[in-house]
């Protein structure tokens, strides 16, 4: 069965630095799909960025960028120039062409000004 | 472009009363997904609909909670009857099922029984 690991609870990072948070899946497939998921105070889950297995670049969206590593399955999520806006819940999910998304237990962001 | 709309917002009740919980998902999605978030568990998938039909209704807890999708544009989640520990906040998600389509997900109905 897929898996999808988020192995910091929490992280803190001071404004303007750059944080990275990690995060691995498992699974035999070789199509498949990576998700960065938002979730602020708010509550809402706001899609941050995605990333296509058979891709080899590493997508990016403006300050938010991923390091893609497929044979050792990973896929951590870089935030350049923190900024207050970003403390949320960040979540990695994994999706099968076709099927459920797979949700990893997430990672509390701290911003400090 | 709307998004995907919940209804309520916001829901409290007594224990033992019937909840429903509404979503319209974004038109042309055929992908419906009902999750359930507690600081406890986390984000959890209930069920999942295709096309309208259900595909996985394994993270259902129990007889308690049933969901139907009658069409492609409306679903509902019901809870009876309802008790404390359904207390949670409920979202509703919707996808295009093509390639690497997201999901996107509404704002959530937050579920107080009391």
């Known amino acids: 069965a897929q898996t999808v690991t988020q192995s910091q609870p929490e992280m803190s990072v001071q404004e303007a630095e750059t944080v990275t948070l990690s995060c691995t899946y498992d699974?035999?497939?070789?199509?498949?799909?990576l998700f960065w998921y938002k979730q602020p105070p708010s509550r809402q889950m706001i899609l941050v960025i995605r990333?296509?297995?058979?891709?080899?670049q590493n997508a990016t969206e403006n300050r938010f960028s991923v390091n893609f590593q497929k044979a050792a399955k990973s896929f951590s999520l870089k935030i350049s120039d923190s900024q207050l806006g970003d403390a949320a819940m960040y979540f990695c999910?994994?999706?099968?062409?076709?099927?459920?998304?797979?949700f990893g237990k997430g990672t509390r962001l701290h911003i400090l000004p | 472009d709307a998004g995907v709309i919940q209804s309520p917002r916001h829901e409290v009740t007594e224990m033992g009363q019937e909840v429903t919980l509404r979503c319209k998902p974004i038109?042309?999605?055929?992908?419906l997904f009902w999750y359930r978030q507690t600081m406890m568990r986390g984000l959890e998938l209930l069920i999942y609909?295709?096309?309208?039909?259900?595909?996985?209704d394994s993270g259902m807890p129990e007889d308690r909670f049933s969901a139907k999708m009658p069409n492609a544009s409306f679903s509902t989640l019901k809870i009876q009857p309802s008790e404390p520990r359904d207390s949670a906040v409920y979202f509703c998600?919707?996808?295009?099922?093509?390639?690497?389509?997201?999901?996107?997900f509404g704002d959530g109905t937050r579920l107080s029984i009391l």
């Open positions: 998600a919707s996808r295009l099922g093509q390639g690497g389509q997201p999901q996107h």
């Open positions: 699974t035999s497939e070789s199509d498949y799909y």
């Open positions: 990333q296509e297995a058979y891709k080899q």
């Open positions: 999910a994994y999706r099968r062409t076709n099927d459920k998304i797979i």
């Open positions: 038109s042309g999605h055929d992908y």
């Open positions: 609909f295709n096309n309208n039909v259900p595909i996985d």
